[in-house]
C-alpha cells in the first residue's frame, strides 16, 4: 500500500485508510463483533495504517472495537477519533448538548480508554460548536497535544474561515468532509484552505454511502435504522434521477475493466496528493477491491469526463435529512 502524507503536518498514512462506523451499526444490522476484529487485523495485513473512529458511533462500541482490535498492532497503525456532543456514560446515549472546551479533556480520556491507547494520534472536532469561539475549543484541543494525550488536531465538516481560525491558534492536521463524485462542496472553498495551509484532507463517504458502488438502484431497499432510509438523495424520483451519475462511471469502469468503487475512489486521490479517502465496509471482498484503487490510474480524458458529471447531472435530494445538515459548519 502506498503511503501519503496529510498536509505539511508529517503524518504519513495509507494511501486509503478504513472507515469503521458501519462496524457498529448504522447501514442496518449489527455486524458480527468477531467479524470485525477479523476484518480490521486483515485490513492491518493488507497495509491499511489509517483508521478512522468516533465517540458517538455505537455511542463508545466502535472505539471498544477499533481498540480490541488493534491493541497488536499499535505501533504500526494511525488510529483517529472525534469529539462534538456530550455522551451518558451510563446509557451511552447522547444528550443533544454539543461539547464547550472544559468538556474536551474529559472526552479525550475516555476515548484513551476506549482505545486502549496514551495518547490519540488525530482527534477532530467532529461538529463545529456554533455557540462557542473556535479558538476555544482550537486552545483546548493544543493543551492536549502539550499535555501529550494527543498528536494530531483535525476537524470535521467545517467552513475555510472556521478552519484559518482555528489553524492560527493550533496547527490543523487534516479537515474531514464529506467529498465524493455526487457531492463536491469542498472545492468551492475548503481544499484551498487546506491547500493554503498545508492541511490534509480526509474524504468520509468517498463511496457516496454505497451508491458509487453501482449496487444502489431503484428496486434497492433500506432498513428503518439504516441512516440512507433518511436520506432525500436515496429515495423516489431523486434516486431514479442520480442514477444517471452513476451509469457514467459504469461505463468508465467497464472500459478499464475494473469497479464503479474504484473509479471513484482513484478519482478522488488524482485530485490532490494529500488527499485520503476513508472507505467503510463490513466485508474483506469489499476492503479488498477499495484498497486496490489505490493502483488504478485514472487518464486525463476519464478525470475530465468524471469532473464534467457534476456539471451535467445536477443530483436531486439533500445528503442528510435537513436536521442532520443544521449540523454542518459548511
Not at 490534509?200 to 449496487?215: A, N
Request: a negative charge; hydrophobic letters at 40%.
Amino acid at each position: 500500500m502506498q503511503e501519503r502524507t496529510l498536509g505539511s503536518s508529517g503524518l504519513k498514512v495509507s494511501a486509503i485508510g478504513l472507515g469503521c462506523m458501519t462496524m457498529t451499526g448504522g447501514y442496518g444490522g449489527m455486524p458480527d463483533r468477531q467479524d470485525m476484529i477479523a476484518l480490521l487485523g486483515g485490513a492491518v495485513e493488507r497495509g491499511v495504517t489509517f483508521f478512522d473512529t468516533a465517540e458517538i458511533y455505537g455511542p463508545h462500541a466502535n472505539e471498544e472495537l477499533v481498540g480490541e482490535a488493534l491493541n497488536a498492532y499499535a505501533d504500526q497503525v494511525v488510529i483517529a477519533t472525534k469529539f462534538a456532543q456530550d455522551i451518558d456514560p451510563t446509557e451511552r446515549k447522547p444528550r443533544g448538548r454539543m461539547l464547550r472546551p472544559e468538556d474536551i479533556a474529559g472526552a479525550a480520556e475516555g476515548s484513551l480508554r476506549r482505545l486502549g491507547v496514551d495518547v490519540i494520534d488525530l482527534y477532530y472536532q467532529h461538529r463545529v460548536n456554533p455557540d462557542v469561539p473556535i479558538e476555544e475549543i482550537a486552545g483546548a484541543v493544543k493543551d492536549l497535544i502539550t499535555a501529550g494525550k494527543v498528536k494530531h488536531f483535525g476537524m470535521s465538516e467545517a467552513a475555510a474561515d472556521t478552519i484559518r481560525r482555528a489553524h492560527a491558534v493550533q496547527p490543523v492536521t487534516a479537515i474531514q468532509s464529506e467529498y465524493n463524485l455526487w457531492w463536491r462542496r469542498p472545492e468551492q472553498n475548503v481544499l484551498d484552505a487546506c491547500a493554503e495551509l498545508g492541511i490534509g484532507f480526509v474524504p468520509f463517504s468517498p463511496l457516496g454511502k454505497g451508491f458509487l458502488t453501482g449496487t444502489v438502484d431503484t428496486s434497492t431497499t433500506f432498513a428503518a435504522n439504516d441512516l440512507r432510509a433518511q436520506i432525500p438523495r436515496f429515495s423516489g424520483e431523486a434516486l431514479e434521477h442520480n442514477l444517471a451519475l452513476v451509469e457514467e462511471v459504469k461505463t468508465i469502469a467497464a472500459a478499464k475493466g475494473i469497479t464503479p468503487g474504484q473509479v471513484a475512489l482513484a478519482w478522488l486521490l488524482a485530485q490532490q496528493p494529500w488527499i485520503v479517502p476513508i472507505p467503510g465496509t463490513t466485508r474483506l471482498h469489499r476492503l479488498e477491491e477499495n484498497l486496490a484503487a489505490a493502483d488504478v490510474t485514472l487518464t486525463d480524458s476519464e478525470l475530465n469526463q468524471l469532473g464534467d458529471l457534476s456539471s451535467r447531472i445536477e443530483i436531486h435530494g439533500g445528503r442528510y435529512p435537513d436536521s442532520l445538515e443544521a449540523q454542518t459548519n459548511l
